[in-house]
């Protein structure tokens, strides 16, 4: 089972007890997702097992899609619902003032993390000192937001598609944009549809994955490792070859076949299983990088 796993994650769970159920559906302990969803969240949730989890370095920065409810005039100290609501007694502006605010927030931006989030303080998780009443400061990362729109409004909530670079947190948008208009917001639901080259639309339920994993059809929701990268040129080599490059051993392409100064390069058996991902050290010369 070397592959990757497509999950709609239900609300009320983590995506570590997502990953705890792979571990014992597929009885194996190598495998870890591509990006985390909150507990509040639902949506694409992207698995890595396997072998195939050497290949997670080449899917962290993608592109990520979602659609979000923000409901303004509140604010709370997780910057969503699930943490401590406190109503500031200010409405939502009108629509003259919306849009020049969301403006505001796209292209390239600095953000600052959720107080209560996964990231790391002198390698310490800031949710953890969080729960201490440990004061938490977070530096700001620069994040890019491609898209932002309104899909719908309702009173003092607004609906909005968000597409966004890997790191950034929806929750700290929607507390910047209320800070932006003034009456403060909180992140209410949050729907992740895209992940990179994944699409919600693709994704099984663990409900739909439980069934298959007690009829014996697991592998029906495995993308196997074969399929992936697709974007890289493919060499297929010999079983001579193949033994060099599982021993770290540069192997070379042809020119014909992949183009002169591709940067990777998946290199297949003549069975079609990918050994291998090689990185350009020459022309028509690649390294081993990532060894299936």
Known sequence: MN??????????????DVVNRWRRWANTKRVGHLGSLDPMATGLLVLITGTATRLARFFEKAEKTYLAEITFGLVSDTYDADGRVTATGVALPGDAAIEPALEYFRGKILQTPPPVSAKKIRGVPAYKLARKQIPVELEPVEVEITQLAIEQREENTLSVRASCSAGTYMRSLAHDLGQRLGCGAILTKLRRT???????????????IDQLASSGRLSEALIPSTQLLTQFPAEYVDATVETQIRQGRDFRT???????????????????????????????????????
């Open 3 to 16: 592959g990757i796993v497509l999950i709609d994650k239900p609300a009320g769970c983590t995506s570590h």
């Open 194 to 208: 895209r992940a990179g080259e994944f699409g919600i639309e693709q994704a099984k339920t663990v409900d739909e």
């Open 254 to 292: 042809s020119p014909f076949v992949v183009r002169p100064g591709s940067r990777f390069v998946r290199a297949l058996s003549h069975s079609g299983e990918l050994i291998a991902i090689g990185e350009l050290k020459l022309p028509n010369l690649y390294h081993p990088e990532t060894v299936l």
